[in-house]
């Protein structure tokens, strides 16, 4: 699947390239321009640079990059189906696109709220994302969020995770807030946050049964499932307190053994697995651009810049 | 190429006028040395690839390959008699060429390193600033800027060549041999012009309005206000608890504007009962004064905007009664903002069309607990050096700070996690803008805009 990606995003730099010259940036879609795929390419990463939807060699993260003209405040990709948060235009509101490889729109959802999380499943079939609707921040009081998922094969779509049901509890509490999806490899089950009455819980959701289940774990926001499926990298909230930032770990599902990883900085992502010992993520800087990090899945070693002025990073697998 | 070392090529139209203007009026100059901070090149062989990590800036005509180099010039006092921008060929086989390339200014200031490809590239549209002829391996060279780095701001410079043998030059992630813009000065006198300071989303429970509070001991002039003047409310009680104690010792010299959270009390009354006659007329939010050469407006987000409505048709008659040559105007929600907390807040564009239509100069917001200068925009947020009103986002009086977004095209400069006040300068025919930090802290930025 790699390699088609590599092309087809190639392919769509192509048509979305220009012809015309000096001015091309003053607005105006840009029309077309030949290139080939880069010579050697091997595995890739996608990102968002400033915005745009970009590609950068595996094994040189920190080299040349394929930048597209697709915007999305936020994109994750797995296995040619790519999700991208599109920006609340001046006319539009925002919505999630899926696109395929050749960045050719297959769907659409209207949604409203600031774009927050993205994720597709490892198989490229199912979809999740959640929004900010009121407030801004996972560190302030009284923010709202929504979350919902979308199933690309057969259409089925939950458009708030609140409607489903909460195992052990007859009633969902009226605070209840879900955020940061991850799948598991059977398109059907997922992890999530659901936070209520000042906790963060970890739960695990049957998509099928339109269900969730608190896991008995606090503390753990945003997770993400590893490639082999047998740990989550999460958010931790320094001492349980989302105003203190929050501290990137690792969460083994058999033992329930919690890794602080060895970036000591706080961190508010949705970290993505490179691969099962690597874990990225996003760091702002002061002026706004964010670079790209990565750091040892097991604790060890010491957070370097994977993709500078970056976000949103995905293995391309 | 062979490796003798070349000699220093200096290309320059030498402005005599600037050397004379600085010999009778600066007692001594001050020479600065900036580094980029961006450069990339783009190569019309590979149309959508961004090379803003490359250590090369590549100018060539066959594959066309063109370069981008951006400067911020900063804490630059008095006129600049002299700026030079110097580059330096790689240590490579094949860098060396007959055409070293063509220098021109850009308008374009707000482009980024890693997002610049051959398909979304910024226009070299400005003035011609110099040529280089032939250059060899391994060389310093200079061209000559003066006509564009005129002080404080940000620089774009565009590099093409028309030879087909182009040439290479060292980026800035070369290290030792990266770019340089070298800007000689001298000092001025302090002007006597009227300073008017401020910032808005300010005092809270917190420390942050105690910091940028004390930075107004030291700075004269008048003070506005753009919003959100207290948390979490805007209650007569969080006025004098929190308010009164920092920036309510300079009420006296304050114009303030008001904000969403001075709204949380019905009808803002706190905020009107608080500042009296220094907010305007009691419960309508909008008044105008002038200060030296300048009309200044306070305007009110938190009611109707819309084209039509009993602010907006106020603002256009106020604004045609004006006989003064530049004008300023401030209100909460901001316009331009890439800010992740807050959108644009689209309602307030027809008060900023009455103000680009009368010709207006500066534009001032809150809302976003943060620091971000634009670019002179129309009221659509397209780049317009002719007619443009420069805006800025100046959130960062003391409430905690909040992220970025996707960058907006057009934002200049942006900081978050400091806090300070916005002083510009009111002269004449300009005005000067200049971040000054909360104690302890070091991000600035400064510049100078003329009117209309």
């Known amino acids: 699947m790699d390699k088609r990606l590599i092309v087809t995003l190639a392919a769509a730099v192509l048509l979305g390239g220009v012809a015309t010259g000096y001015t091309a940036l003053s607005g105006a879609a840009p029309e077309d321009a030949a290139r080939s795929v880069p010579a050697g390419a091997g595995p890739r990463l996608m990102v968002l640079s400033n915005g745009k939807l970009s590609t950068v060699s595996r094994s040189d993260p920190a080299g040349s990059r394929e930048v597209t003209e697709q915007r999305c405040d936020r994109a994750y990709s797995a296995a040619g189906t790519i999700s991208c948060l599109r920006p609340v235009g001046a006319l539009k509101a925002g919505e999630l696109a899926v696109l395929d490889s050749d960045?050719?729109?297959?769907?659409?959802?209207?949604?409203?709220?600031?774009?927050?999380?993205?994720?597709?499943?490892?198989?490229?079939?199912m979809v999740a994302w959640t929004l900010f609707v009121d407030g801004h921040s996972y560190a302030a009081n009284g923010f709202s969020t929504s979350t919902g998922i979308l199933d690309t094969k057969t259409g089925a779509l939950v458009t708030s995770l609140e409607e489903f049901a909460v195992e052990g509890m007859p009633q969902r509490p009226v605070d209840t807030n879900y955020w940061g999806v991850t799948f598991t490899s059977d398109d059907n089950r997922f992890y999530a946050t659901m936070s209520t009455g000042g906790h963060r819980y970890l739960l695990e959701g049957d998509f099928a049964a339109r269900k969730v289940k608190p896991l008995g774990l606090?503390?753990?926001?945003?997770?993400?499932?590893?490639?082999?499926?047998?740990?989550?990298?999460?958010?931790?909230?320094?001492?349980?307190?989302?105003?203190?930032?929050?501290?990137?770990?690792?969460?083994?599902?058999?033992?329930?053994?919690?890794?602080?990883?060895?970036?000591?900085?706080?961190?508010?992502?949705?970290?993505?697995?490179?691969?099962?010992?690597?874990?990225?993520?996003?760091?702002?800087?002061?002026?706004?651009?964010?670079?790209?990090?990565?750091?040892?899945?097991?604790?060890?070693?010491?957070?370097?810049?994977?993709?500078?002025?970056?976000?949103s990073p995905a293995p391309i697998t | 190429m062979s490796r003798r070392r070349a000699p220093l090529a200096v290309l320059s139209t030498v402005i005599v006028t600037a050397a004379t203007l600085t010999a009778s009026t600066a007692a001594q100059a001050a020479t600065t040395t900036f580094t980029p901070t961006a450069d990339t090149y783009v190569d019309n062989g590979s149309t959508g690839t961004n090379h803003g990590t490359s250590g090369q800036l590549g100018v060539d005509n066959s594959p066309v390959k063109r370069s981008f180099i951006k400067f911020t010039v900063s804490g630059v006092s008095g006129a600049v008699s002299n700026a030079?921008?110097?580059?330096?060929?790689?240590?490579?086989?094949?860098?060396?060429?007959?055409?070293?390339?063509s220098f021109r200014a850009m308008s374009n200031v707000s482009w980024t390193e890693t997002a610049v490809t051959w398909n979304n590239q910024p226009a070299?549209?400005?003035?011609?600033?110099?040529?280089?002829?032939?250059?060899?391996?391994?060389?310093?060279?200079?061209?000559?800027?003066?006509?564009?780095?005129?002080?404080?701001?940000?620089?774009?410079?565009?590099?093409?060549?028309?030879?087909?043998?182009?040439?290479?030059?060292?980026?800035?992630?070369s290290g030792s041999t990266a770019p340089q813009l070298v800007v000689t000065s001298g000092t001025t006198p302090p002007p006597g012009d009227p300073v008017w300071v401020g910032a808005g989303d300010i005092a809270d429970s917190g420390s942050g309005d105690t910091a940028t509070a004390a930075l107004l001991d030291t700075i004269q002039g008048t003070v506005w206000t753009t919003g959100d003047n207290v948390y979490p409310d805007g209650t007569a009680s969080q006025f004098s608890t929190y308010y009164e104690p920092t920036w309510g010792r300079h009420k006296a010299r304050t114009r303030p504007s008001p904000g969403n959270h001075d709204y949380h009390t019905s009808g803002a009354t706190g905020y009107y009962n608080y500042f009296g006659a220094q907010a305007g007329p009691s419960g309508r939010g909008y008044y105008s004064y002038d200060l030296g050469n300048w009309h200044i407006v306070s305007l009110n987000s938190n009611i109707?905007?819309?084209?039509?409505?009993?602010?907006?048709?106020?603002?256009?008659?106020?604004?045609?009664?004006?006989?003064?040559?530049?004008?300023?105007?401030?209100?909460?929600?901001?316009?331009?903002?890439?800010?992740?907390?807050?959108?644009?807040?689209?309602?307030?564009?027809?008060?900023?069309?009455?103000?680009?239509?009368?010709?207006?100069d500066l534009v001032v917001f809150g809302h976003n607990h943060q620091y971000e200068r634009f670019a002179p925009q129309n009221p659509s947020g397209g780049l317009?050096?002719?007619?443009?009103?420069?805006?800025?986002?100046?959130?960062?009086?003391?409430?905690?700070?909040?992220?970025?977004?996707?960058?907006?095209?057009?934002?200049?400069?942006?900081?978050?996690?400091?806090?300070?006040?916005?002083?510009?300068?009111?002269?004449?025919?300009?005005?000067?803008?200049?971040?000054?930090?909360?104690a302890g802290k070091t991000y600035t930025d400064s510049g100078t805009t003329h009117c209309h």
């Open chain 2, 384 to 438: 317009d050096n002719a007619r443009g009103i420069r805006s800025f986002v100046a959130g960062m009086g003391g409430a905690g700070a909040y992220g970025f977004g996707t960058i907006r095209p057009n934002s200049e400069a942006r900081n978050t996690g400091t806090r300070g006040v916005l002083k510009f300068t009111l002269h004449d025919t300009s005005f000067d803008w200049q971040f000054v930090p909360e």
């Open chain 2, 124 to 173: 070299i549209d400005g003035a011609t600033l110099g040529s280089l002829g032939q250059v060899v391996r391994n060389a310093w060279y200079e061209v000559d800027v003066t006509g564009y780095v005129t002080g404080n701001g940000t620089f774009s410079i565009g590099v093409t060549s028309s030879s087909t043998d182009g040439a290479d030059y060292d980026s800035r992630e």
């Open chain 2, 304 to 360: 109707s905007m819309a084209a039509g409505s009993a602010q907006e048709q106020w603002l256009r008659q106020d604004l045609a009664a004006s006989t003064k040559p530049c004008t300023a105007a401030y209100w909460h929600h901001p316009l331009f903002t890439s800010g992740a907390n807050h959108a644009p807040s689209t309602a307030t564009r027809p008060l900023f069309q009455a103000l680009y239509d009368a010709n207006a």
């Open chain 1, 218 to 311: 606090d503390d753990v926001e945003c997770p993400s499932l590893s490639p082999d499926g047998t740990r989550i990298a999460y958010k931790k909230a320094v001492d349980g307190d989302p105003q203190k930032g929050w501290r990137v770990s690792v969460l083994d599902l058999a033992t329930r053994k919690v890794t602080e990883l060895a970036e000591t900085r706080s961190v508010d992502d949705q970290p993505a697995w490179v691969d099962d010992r690597t874990v990225a993520y996003g760091i702002q800087r002061d002026d706004g651009l964010n670079d790209v990090w990565a750091v040892p899945a097991d604790g060890s070693g010491a957070p370097a810049v994977l993709v500078p002025e970056a976000s």
């Open chain 1, 103 to 125: 960045l050719k729109e297959l769907k659409t959802v209207p949604l409203t709220g600031f774009p927050n999380r993205t994720r597709v499943s490892a198989s490229g079939r």
């Open chain 2, 84 to 101: 030079k921008l110097r580059i330096h060929t790689d240590d490579v086989s094949g860098s060396e060429s007959p055409n070293g390339g």
